[in-house]
């Protein structure tokens, strides 16, 4: 399976991931996150849907990244 499809499915929660797949996953989750948050610095015209949109989508990539990330972190922290 291709690697971007199975780390798509491991982050929307469909494939179960491994410590470093979790790891490597939350940090293209953060990464990602960017592409909600950087066009509110420059979209001063959009409408209060688009930007809250964008803030709602970031939240979500933001939180899921942090939860995959914690995950992993728990469990090289009981090592």
Request: charged residues 20%.
């Amino acid at each position: 399976m291709n690697k971007a499809l199975f780390m798509t499915a491991g982050f929307l929660g469909f494939k179960t991931l491994t410590g470093k797949d979790r790891k490597s996953t939350a940090e293209w989750g953060f990464l990602l996150s960017a592409l909600f948050i950087v066009p509110l610095f420059f979209l001063h015209e959009a409408s209060e849907l688009v930007k809250i949109t964008l803030q709602v989508f970031w939240g979500a990539f933001v939180a899921r990244s942090m939860f995959l990330s914690d995950g992993t972190w728990k469990k090289n922290k009981q090592r």
